[in-house]
DNA sequence: GCCAACGTTGGC
DNA sequence: GCCAACGTTGGC
């Protein structure tokens, strides 16, 4: 999958944690505390530096995408993972191996409206999007490229 | 706040 | 290696 081309990705927080005007306001972050293994291998195998993100607001009303980030740096260990005093201290997870890792974020964009998920599942070219799909929480997805255009599209036009 | 869907853990 | 119990996610 990782074909050194660019790949387009979804990610999802939860706004009273960190949504994207933090993201606009820190200008770049760490995306961490991902403990998820089909998440984690998806930044640590495929995710480039240059990747552009859909940022989505879960947990939210309405949830759906505000904006657009992108992958600043490439993943390394999410030094959280063996800090015992972190909300994501992971007991079999150590500096000599490493369980997790993360990535370095960076604001691009925020949209002039958020786009609802309920917008997303009704238009008729995004019904193969990951996150349309019932039951889909991965918080980390893989975007097509034509369907990134779509939601772009949506969010700035 | 509810709860269905899903992932992880751990006893066996 | 099965699977029940448990914890989490996240839309509603």
Redesign the pocket.
Known sequence: MSTGKQNYWLF?S?PYIYSIDDLKRDGKTHWE?V????ARNFMRDDMRKGDLILY?????????VIGIARVAKEAYPDHLSWDNKSNYF?P?SSKENPRWVMVDVEFVEKFDRLI???EL?RHPDLKEMM?V???????IQPVEEKHFKIVHDLGTS
């Open positions: 999802k939860e505390g403990r998820n293994y089909q989505y607001h879960s947990n939210a009303d309405p949830p759906g992971d079999k609802p998920l309920a599942k996150v799909k019932p039951g889909m929480r991965l918080s």
